[in-house]
């Protein structure tokens, strides 16, 4: 089965970027999406397709995808960045998401 | 509002069935595929299940198949999960989810519903 690797833990200071990978085995050949969870919150989409962002994500958040990584970057990081996040994608009609990663901003 | 709010999650004891439920509105339920995302406690996302708009066909992950059945009503505007033989390691927090587009992105969410498998 298709697995997505994270990093467990992601520190960033105020105002600084942070960039959290999504590890997958050809991965920049499947679309990959972004999610992300505050504590007791449901996940909220944060980026579609590698590189979209929904109505009302901030400008801050982007992303990226090529060969076996898609990256999250949050730039310009502000204390309500603090969540979990996940990748998704889809492998052969089964959704798959990532181990998730806890981002801190000190 | 584009809204999904579940129910029926409590607690059950093993081997136990349950069925939860998936309130659509402020958009056309039978236009879109739908999922179910569950999350145990202090654990990752896992998807479980989707229903293609029209009932005709539902995918499962492995762990589930032959114990839980997706259905839907589109005149209801809702969706179901039917959980069957459950075990200790369903206990979660189950979201119902609208997939953006076939195998997209999951866009909106509802806020969950708790299940405890537990003697």
């Known amino acids: 089965s298709y697995e997505l690797t994270q990093p467990l833990s992601v520190s960033v200071a105020l105002g600084q970027t942070a960039r959290i990978t999504c590890g997958g085995n050809n991965i920049g050949s499947k679309n990959v999406h972004w999610y992300q969870q505050k504590p007791g919150q449901a996940p909220v989409l944060v980026i579609y397709r590698d590189s979209n962002r929904p109505s009302g994500i901030p400008e801050r958040f982007s992303g990226s995808n090529s060969g076996n990584t898609a990256t999250l970057t949050i730039s310009r990081a502000q204390a309500g960045d603090e969540a979990d996040y996940y990748c998704q994608v889809w492998d052969s009609s089964t959704a798959v998401f990532g181990t998730g990663t806890k981002v801190t901003v000190l | 509002e584009v809204q999904l709010v579940e129910s029926g999650g409590g607690l059950v004891q093993p081997g136990g069935s349950l069925r939860l439920s998936c309130a659509a509105s402020?958009?056309?339920?039978?236009?879109?595929?739908m999922s179910w995302v569950r999350q145990a406690p202090g654990k990752g996302l896992e998807w479980v299940a989707n229903?293609?708009?029209?009932?005709?066909?539902?995918y499962y992950v492995d762990s589930v198949k032959g114990r839980f059945t997706i259905s839907r009503d589109n005149a209801k505007n809702s969706l179901y999960l039917q959980m069957n033989s459950l075990r200790a390691e369903d206990t979660a927090v189950y979201y119902c989810?609208?997939?953006?587009?076939?195998?997209?992105?999951?866009?909106?969410w509802g806020q969950g519903t708790m299940v405890t498998v537990s003697s």
């Open positions: 989810a609208r997939d953006y587009t076939p195998y997209d992105a999951f866009d909106i």
């Open positions: 402020g958009f056309t339920f039978s236009s879109y595929w």
């Open positions: 229903i293609k708009q029209d009932g005709s066909e539902k």
